[in-house]
């Protein structure tokens, strides 16, 4: 999946004529606390709710000091890099542009998110473990070979180190519900299972966190 399949069309971009006012009201309408401003095709930047409460509502956007960056993604650039430039400046839209910095449309947290959602295994039936192992240990191979040994198979995989860079968590998600047999080989291996999960029980608490997440952004 690529920046340019996963643009909205729902949100048109900010004129620099626009005022604060303005924009405010559009950002109140989607739930978004930023929006990029547009001159025909150019990309001048992205302004955010703060830049906005911090300036008179009636003054032009187009004048306003930013504090952002002129943060952006090609519309080639995988899914990865869209979430990691969101995550970096913390944004709930990110402009797209093409290969001459023309802009494309914008994407949404929101929409990545569900997006997120879908893919990736997450929709398969099964289960989760955490597991802990020395940085120096840790090999992903083991770990997805470790499962199928038990008629099993890995179908995503989340990869954290520790602060002092020691040891290593790694979060999967596996496509059996019963995953005693394949807790007890981890342990066998020298892993650390710190948890795990049936979704059945998880599903539920997953649920929770991203609603009281989206309330949260749309505060």
Known sequence: MIAEELITDSIVPLRTSDTGDEALGIMAEFYVKHLPIVNNTQLLGLVSEDDLLHHDPEEPVGAMDLSLNRPYVH??????????MMALHQL????????????????????LLQHFARTGGFAEPGS??????????YSLAEIARIVESENASVLNSFVG???DGSTV???IKINAHNNNAILATFERFGYEVKAS????????VLKERFD?????MNV
Request: aromatic share 12%; net charge negative; no cysteine.
């Open 161 to 163: 180190t520790s602060p």
């Open 197 to 204: 999960y049936r979704e059945d029980e998880y599903e539920d």
């Open 75 to 84: 519309s080639n650039d995988h899914f990865y890099e869209v979430l990691r």
């Open 128 to 137: 989760i473990i955490v597991l802990e192992t020395s940085k120096r240990g």
């Open 92 to 111: 709930s839209v990110i402009p797209v542009v093409d290969e001459e910095d023309n802009y494309l449309g914008l994407i949404t947290l929101e929409d």
């Open 169 to 171: 968590e790694v979060t």
């Open 212 to 216: 009281s997440f989206m309330a949260y």
